[in-house]
T-cell receptor, first 110, second 120 residues
Framework: GENVEQHPSTLSVQEGDSAVIKCTYSDSASNYFPWYKQELGKGPQLIIDIRSNVGEKKDQRIAVTLNKTAKHFSLHITETQPEDSAVYFCAASLARQLTFGSGTQLTVLP | GAVVSQHPSWVICKSGTSVKIECRSLDFQATTMFWYRQFPKQSLMLMAT?????????EQGVEKDKFLINHASLTLSTLTVTSAHPEDSSFYIC????????????????FGPGTRLTVL
């Protein structure tokens, strides 16, 4: 089955700096790669996603890149703000089923 | 975006009792829903796939007789934790994909807010 690895497990950045979270996946057939933000005690919220036929996608301060050959994808958050502090999960999907990475606790220091 | 609700948001029960958790898609139909379990500071682990009109499929290691799933309609799936024990205490989250219109369905999944189960 699919295996998704995510790094780093914790990340602290100063407000205004950029944050990068990286994931690798094992199944080359996976074709959908969402990123979720989870705040304490809440369900995951989709923040951005990318499909296998696209190499990069951007939405305001958030961007995701996908390298299918290397089987890795990354989340980039620019101009970080304290409200970006949360746990971020990457996932890989094939036929609707999601496999999640282990999560990254992002802390944005004011 | 589509909305998925869960009820209750939290529940505390005594060991040995059963607890039912509801997952509803509010503004779209979901023939499939997924149930996840999340322990503190850990990732989401898929427990089972709920299919409307047929039996749920369970992931390896998940007891189907303990975690009963019923996909009652195109907008409702329920998870019943039977004879709950303290080790079942966890955060249970459901999700529902909305089928895309393209032939190759890239299905965006919408997550519920989760249900915190505490078994005493």
């Amino acid at each position: 089955g699919e295996n998704v690895e995510q790094h780093p497990s914790t990340l602290s950045v100063q407000e205004g700096d950029s944050a990068v979270i990286k994931c690798t996946y094992s199944d080359s057939a996976s074709n959908y790669f969402p990123w979720y933000k989870q705040e304490l005690g809440k369900g995951p919220q989709l923040i951005i996603d990318i499909r296998s036929n696209v190499g990069e996608k951007k939405d305001q301060r958030i961007a995701v890149t996908l390298n299918k050959t290397a089987k890795h994808f990354s989340l980039h958050i620019t101009e970080t703000q304290p409200e970006d502090s949360a746990v971020y999960f990457c996932a890989a999907s094939l036929a609707r089923q999601l496999t999640f990475g282990s999560g990254t606790q992002l802390t944005v220091l004011p | 975006g589509a909305v998925v609700s869960q009820h209750p948001s939290w529940v505390i029960c005594k060991s040995g009792t059963s607890v039912k958790i509801e997952c509803r898609s509010l503004d779209f139909q979901a023939t499939t829903m997924f149930w996840y379990r999340q322990f503190p500071k850990q990732s989401l682990m898929l427990m089972a796939t709920s299919n409307e009109g047929s039996k749920a499929t369970y992931e390896q290691g998940v007891e189907k007789d303990k975690f009963l799933i019923n996909h009652a309609s195109l907008t409702l799936s329920t998870l019943t934790v039977t004879s709950a024990h303290p080790e079942d205490s966890s955060f249970y989250i459901c999700s529902a994909p909305r089928t895309g219109t393209s032939a190759r369905s890239y299905n965006e999944q919408f997550f519920g807010p989760g249900t915190r189960l505490t078994v005493l």
